[in-house]
């Protein structure tokens, strides 16, 4: 499930992340929510290793992390594509 769950927080959070950050980017829309579905995943996966908890479903904590994954990749994405 945990898997599965980042995917689909990855996918809101690249939509939040383009909202959090606007502009134009190398890539348009789809390329931003593949980065967010990327940054979830990285993002649970790194705060799992930190310790920030287990990636275990849909709650608060989860998706806060899949949207912070998803604005440092963007921006990461932004800073190498310019």
Do not use: E, H
């Not at 829309?29 to 990327?38: A, D, K, V, W």
Request: net charge positive; charged share 10%; hydrophobic share 60%.
């Amino acid at each position: 499930m945990g898997f599965f769950a980042w995917i689909i927080f990855g996918l809101i959070a690249g939509i939040i992340a383009k909202l959090i950050m606007p502009g134009k980017d190398p890539g348009g829309f789809i390329i931003t929510i593949i980065i967010g579905i990327l940054g979830a995943v990285v993002g649970g996966w790194i705060g799992t290793a930190l310790g920030f908890g287990s990636v275990d479903g849909f709650n608060l904590g989860s998706f806060v992390i899949a949207v912070l994954g998803a604005i440092v990749l963007l921006v990461l994405y932004r800073v190498v594509r310019r």
